[in-house]
């Protein structure tokens, strides 16, 4: 299985700023993911990350508040752009295995509050 | 749309007893089936999965079952102990037309295993 680190583990903002969270696997990868899970609620994916290339977002997230980068296949960034307290979150970074293209693993989170 | 429906919401079993979980999926293309378990503050651990060719799978005190033709699968969990208290979410891939590699979550159970 990928083990997935993700800085910060935790962080508060304030409103108007912007975060960059970062995601390191341990292994070369196929597919990066990153999702969003707001307090007692269920996962809800952003975007694909994609490397070499522009993520491909879902339905309802977009590029300029969601920025990702993708410059390897162990490395993505997210940043969440332009933060308002609905932005107060967990984002998790998530790895599909390279001996399986169907399991994603899981990085810790990171736990953001926007005041 | 595609979804996951996950029952029931929230479940308190005593220690020893066993502990099941439901989920129904709508798409009939979906042909694998994850078990994560997310403990307060850290990412979604997988558990345990099933593909559409198999019935059940069984990892020590962890079982999961497809019916593939009802399009639901369950989680059972034996002779439970106080470190199974989590919350339990199931997911099943995208259909083809979405990314068989996307999954879709269900709404999650929080177990609470009482000493």
């Known amino acids: 299985s990928a083990v997935i680190s993700q800085k910060p583990s935790r962080d508060i903002c304030q409103r108007g700023t912007s975060l960059t969270i970062q995601c390191q696997v341990d292994?070369?990868?196929?597919?990066m993911f990153w999702y969003r899970q707001q307090p007692g609620q269920s996962l809800t994916l952003i975007a694909t990350?994609?490397?070499?290339?522009?993520?491909?977002?879902e339905s309802g997230f977009v590029i300029d508040k969601f920025p990702i980068s993708r410059p390897n296949l162990t490395f993505s960034t997210l940043t969440v752009s332009n933060m308002s307290p609905e932005d107060s979150s967990i984002y998790l970074c998530s790895a599909l295995s390279g001996l399986s293209t169907d399991t994603q693993y899981f990085g810790p989170g990171t736990r953001l509050t926007v005041l | 749309g595609e979804n996951v429906e996950q029952h029931p919401s929230t479940l308190s079993v005593q220690e020893g007893d066993s502990a099941v979980i439901k989920c129904t999926y709508s798409?009939?293309?979906?042909?694998?089936f994850p078990w994560y378990k997310q403990e307060l503050g850290k990412g979604p651990q997988l558990i345990i999965d099933i593909r559409s060719n198999v019935g059940e799978k069984k990892d020590q005190r962890i079982a999961v079952t497809l019916n593939k033709t009802a399009k639901h699968f369950s989680l059972h969990i034996t002779e439970t102990q106080p470190e199974d208290s989590a919350v339990y979410f199931c997911a099943a891939n995208g259909a083809r037309t979405s990314g068989t590699y996307k999954y879709i979550f269900g709404t999650g159970t929080r177990l609470k295993v009482l000493a």
């Open positions: 292994s070369q990868v196929t597919m």
């Open positions: 990350a994609n490397q070499g290339s522009e993520a491909t977002y």
């Open positions: 798409d009939s293309a979906s042909n694998y």
